[in-house]
Nanobody, 124 residues
Framework: VQLQASGGGLVQAGGYLRLSCAAS????????MGWFRQAPGKERRFVAA????????NYGDSVEGRYTISRDNANNAIYLQMNSLKPEDTAVYYC??????????????????WGQGTLVTVSS
């Protein structure tokens, strides 16, 4: 599967953005999906994940309550609604797809496919 992330940009603190990730292929619903982010000079960190059918979601501690992940299997896409953005949310955001067991959704190495990333910059 090929993934294309979009929707990043520059926003003021307290603002919001919605990221999208479009997937190619006809087997999108067989992947659980995740979002990760990487700030300059830092490791890639887990942001959110969603199960194959969309029934289960999981969030990193720093975004819990502010971000919402969703998916549309009919249109091969996932989304990340980001509210109440903070300067520390500034990073390149990556979407990823996994064929593994959903229990591993927080672990980057358990994802098989990655998008190219979209930059989110939050100004103070």
């Amino acid at each position: 599967v090929q993934l294309q992330a979009s929707g990043g940009g520059l926003v003021q603190a307290g603002g919001y953005l919605r990221l999208s990730c479009a997937a190619s292929g006809r087997t999108f619903s067989t992947y659980f999906m995740g979002w990760f982010r990487q700030a300059p000079g830092k490791e890639r960190r887990f942001v959110a994940a969603i199960s194959r059918g969309g029934d289960y979601t999981n969030y990193g501690d720093s975004v819990e309550g502010r971000y919402t992940i969703s998916r549309d299997n009919a249109n091969n896409a996932i989304y990340l609604q980001m509210n109440s953005l903070k300067p520390e949310d500034t990073a390149v955001y990556y979407c990823a797809a996994s064929t593994r067991d959903y229990r591993w959704n927080r672990h980057a190495r358990m994802y098989d496919y990655w998008g190219q990333g979209t930059l989110v910059t939050v100004s103070s």
